[in-house]
């Protein structure tokens, strides 16, 4: 994703969303991922239990794992992958430890990812994760390694399906350079 900076700069979409924008764009990511060679996972009967924001529900029901890069080229960490068999990504393993989590909680001005709302549902690099929050559906983005913890796109989580969608229109877009 780093090739292609129209991720970071991709503006969120504002209001609230209706459950049939949701699911088109939902489904329009499909389609995306599709075109780019994606490897996606069939949806699984066995997936993350509790409310989530409607977006996250959305995108289980379509696929279990979304990875934006074939199966060989994504190690689950390259391009863009959410969940793992339908569940979020360990937070204690990515933090470091259950110690290393309470470190970032104190150490972070609220909100922060390794409060309890919060769950890691996507990596876009091997330090870089995802992370929303379960109530409202913001998206906050971690440099593991660096420490990092900041907004990504603000509530509702059809930003983050906006800010995608836009970030797949232009990976999988014709490059200038390849006319």
């Known amino acids: 994703w780093e090739g292609h900076p129209g991720w970071m700069e991709a503006q969120p979409r504002h209001g609230s969303a209706v459950s049939d924008e949701v699911n088109q764009m ?24 509790g409310p989530v924001p409607a977006g996250v529900s959305a995108l289980l029901e379509k696929a279990a794992e979304w990875h934006l890069y074939p199966e060989k080229e994504h190690c689950n960490v390259f391009g863009v992958n959410l969940f793992e068999r339908g569940h979020y990504l360990d937070k204690e393993a990515i933090l470091g430890d259950e110690d290393l989590v309470q470190d970032w909680s104190r150490q972070h001005c609220s909100p922060n990812c390794a409060e309890e709302q919060w ?25 593991n390694n660096c420490w990092e913890d900041v907004e990504f796109t603000p509530a509702p989580f059809s930003n983050f399906l906006a800010k995608l969608s836009e970030f797949c229109l232009l990976y999988t877009s014709p490059s200038p350079r390849d006319s």
Do not use: K
């Open 26 to 49: 939902v489904e329009e990511l499909f389609q995306g991922f599709t075109a780019a060679g994606g490897n996606l996972h069939p949806p699984s009967e066995n997936r993350t239990d």
């Open 119 to 143: 769950e890691c549902f996507g990596a876009v690099s091997e330090y870089d994760y995802l992370f929303v929050h379960m109530e409202n559906g913001s998206v906050r983005r971690i440099v």
